[in-house]
């Protein structure tokens, strides 16, 4: 079993900034993926951001050259740093992580989301 805890989240005004955190704990022997996930009132869950095991990552063209992804595999965490924030960009984050447990099974894991308000 794997557990995601999220922090980070909060009211910010436009143009700020804030970074969330992610970590993962549990029965995990090796991570695929982290990535970060919005979902709006009314609208579909979407991704955001996502990093692979090599350091390569990707992003919503709605986010690129705002926000930065990044990860501590020795702590089984994933980063995403939120700057020049929009109103736009109000939404619930969610952390998600593919990797193997120790059992060698495939996991797929969500956290419980944390709120990005951007208000002024």
């Known amino acids: 079993q794997v557990q995601l805890v999220e922090s980070g989240g909060g009211l910010v005004q436009p143009g700020g900034s804030l970074r969330l955190s992610c970590v993962a704990s549990?029965?995990?022997?090796?991570?695929?993926?982290m990535g970060w996930y919005c979902q709006a009132p009314g609208k579909q869950r979407e991704l955001v951001a996502n990093i692979f095991s090599d350091g390569s990552a990707n992003y919503a063209d709605s986010v690129k050259g705002r926000f930065t992804i990044s990860r501590d595999n020795a702590k089984n965490t994933v980063y995403l740093q939120m700057n020049s924030l929009k109103p736009e960009d109000t939404a619930v984050y969610y952390c998600n992580v593919h990797g193997r447990t120790i059992w060698g099974t495939p996991f797929l894991s969500w956290g419980q989301g944390t709120q990005v308000t951007v208000s002024s």
């Open positions: 549990g029965s995990i022997a090796s991570i695929y993926a």
